[in-house]
């Protein structure tokens, strides 16, 4: 069965940074576009940061310039680096991964980012 499995969250200080790992297993076939969300309390889980097999990148305007998507294809795993975080950052982050050929997708566990003021 497919597993997103994710870690790197915690807390952290207003200003500081994490960098979250998801790693994606369990499929015969390839993983398709990648991608973090995140959910607060309250709120609607809402789109972070995508990233397609082809490494072609899509930001939420509200992070662009602070946080960075990227992948390893081979071992199958996205990061997110997250700077200048802030305390509205703070939220419960998701791993998302789309599979080649079948209409399906996946989501990890989540990790919860904590920012202090």
């Known amino acids: 069965q497919v597993q997103l499995v994710e870690s790197g969250g915690g807390l952290v200080q207003a200003g500081g940074s994490l960098r979250l790992s998801c790693v994606a297993s369990g499929s015969i076939f390839s993983f398709g576009a990648m991608g973090w969300y995140r959910q607060a309390p309250g709120k609607e889980r809402e789109l972070v940061a995508t990233?397609?097999?082809?490494?072609?990148?899509n930001y939420a305007d509200y992070v662009k310039g602070r946080f960075t998507i990227s992948r390893d294809n081979a071992k199958d795993t996205v990061y997110l680096q997250m700077n200048s975080l802030k305390p509205e950052d703070t939220a419960v982050y998701y791993c998302?991964?789309?599979?080649?050929?079948?209409?399906?997708?996946?989501w990890g566990q989540g990790t919860q980012v904590t920012v202090s003021s």
């Open positions: 990233i397609t097999g082809g490494g072609r990148t």
């Open positions: 998302n991964a789309k599979v080649v050929i079948i209409t399906k997708e996946y």
